[in-house]
């Protein structure tokens, strides 16, 4: 059977304010034609769908859009798991009609862990057959690992031994459900395994053991493959082949852009038997570039950036810049100075040319005394995601670290349930 694993799309994100619904929608367009040329049999999201708990109107036509459009490429079936940054609820909601599209989405934990294994049939029915353990983000709730009065330590240890017991439990029910010993099974996750790599400008700490919650050797070894999300840089886990992040659909930060976005292609043989992995790139539709270094050579790699993109295709999309600027001294006035080097020349502008590099942000490093490696970063509070705000409250107040992802989940809630009362 031929699957593909593909995760943290974050539909309806916005950088900096700027919103991204192109770039999703030609992503998307891709990961159909990929679909329907690998000629893929099953399709597996590995969470954070959405971007957000409440996700605009936009961002849900994409999705139902992207899944309507799933049923011409020849893909039998879809499963999708919710992520931490996804609704449960929401997502469940639609998934008895969703079911008659062969699309089974697990938004959340189910009480039963029976309900999270679907059998899935491949075109060759006589020998192509896959169960899938169905894990989603693994809510504290969904754990029940909290005990009164326990240490922060201890807190962290039950939830590291609650996540590793909710696989075995899902382990022993995809085994129990197969009705051949052959049969070769996929499980999905969404978390942060033990010695996974990031971006170092994306908050990763999801739950309260954050980066050792899980490790390769925890995950049973009747799974044959396992589709992990969260993590937006492709990789595999431990060394494992078989364990794999397949990396975000859009680079998210200017941190991701630095790294090539793609999807996993996994080919499954019979149970036991090694798979075969091949990381396809997607193409980059938008262009987020870093510049950093003193005034002078920002403005010429600027400089650099508009005669590039005078001389690029009329369709190709204006990229985004993140400056920092190295200076011993404020700089009141730098970004109307930055912002003439961009500025569009009159004929251009008349001709409706708005395609040069747009500056998304921009903030001056300062040194701090004589030494170089402290440095304090000024940044507009416009210009800052309200999770950035949040995580820079938490961490400058009382807010103990290990309490961030518990403070972080209820954070989103009341910010979705915020912008569904006002309608944002």
């Known amino acids: 059977m031929r699957i593909l694993h593909t995760a943290d799309w974050h539909l309806g994100h916005r950088l900096y304010g700027n919103d991204r619904t192109e770039e999703h929608e030609r992503a998307l367009d891709w990961l159909l034609r990929t679909v329907r040329d690998r ?240 990381k396809i790139a997607v193409p980059t539709y938008r262009a987020l570039v870093t510049c950093r270094g003193p005034v002078e050579e920002v403005k010429a790699a600027l400089s650099q950036l508009v005669s590039r993109q005078r001389s690029a295709d009329r369709d190709d999309r204006p990229p985004w810049v993140d400056i920092r600027v190295e200076t011993p001294h404020p700089l009141p006035l730098l970004r109307e100075e930055l912002q003439e080097v961009v500025t569009p020349r009159e004929d251009e502008s008349n001709a409706g040319m708005n395609s040069l590099p747009l500056i998304l942000r921009c903030t001056t490093v300062l040194p701090v005394g004589n030494r170089r490696q402290f440095e304090v970063e000024t940044v507009n509070l416009e210009e800052l995601h309200p999770e950035e705000v949040f995580h820079h409250l938490c961490h400058g107040g009382e807010a103990t670290r290990p309490d961030y992802p518990e403070l972080l989940e209820s954070f989103r809630e009341l910010r979705g349930w915020m912008e569904d009362q006002t309608g944002t």
């Open 39 to 278: 000629r893929v049999d099953l399709l597996i999201v590995a969470g954070d769908v959405f971007d957000s708990m409440n996700p605009s109107n936009t961002a849900r036509n994409l999705y139902y859009r992207f899944l309507g459009q799933l049923q011409s490429t020849g893909c039998r079936t879809a499963v999708i798991v919710g992520g931490n940054h996804d609704s449960p609820s929401q997502l469940d909601a639609p998934a008895s009609l969703l079911r008659h599209l062969n699309v089974h989405v697990i938004g959340g934990a189910r009480e039963v862990v029976a309900d999270q294994i679907i059998r899935i049939t491949g075109a060759d029915t006589s020998s192509s057959e896959v169960v899938i353990a169905a894990v989603p983000y693994l809510r504290d709730r969904d754990l029940k690992f909290s005990v009164v009065g326990e240490s922060a330590g201890d807190k962290v240890e039950r939830m590291r031994a609650a996540i590793r017991q909710h696989y075995q439990d899902v382990a022993a029910a995809a085994r129990a459900a197969r009705t051949d010993a052959r049969t070769p099974i996929v499980a999905t996750g969404h978390l942060f395994a033990s010695g996974g790599e990031d971006a170092d400008d994306k908050i990763t700490n999801i739950y309260l053991a954050d980066r050792n919650n899980i490790e390769a050797g925890h995950f049973d070894p009747c799974f044959d493959y396992v589709a992990l999300g969260h993590i937006h840089r492709p990789q595999r886990v431990g060394g494992q082949e078989h364990i794999r992040y397949s990396g975000s659909l859009i680079p998210l930060t200017f941190g991701e852009a630095q790294v090539d976005q793609s999807v996993c292609l996994v080919e499954l043989a019979g149970a036991g038997e090694p798979v075969k992995t091949e």
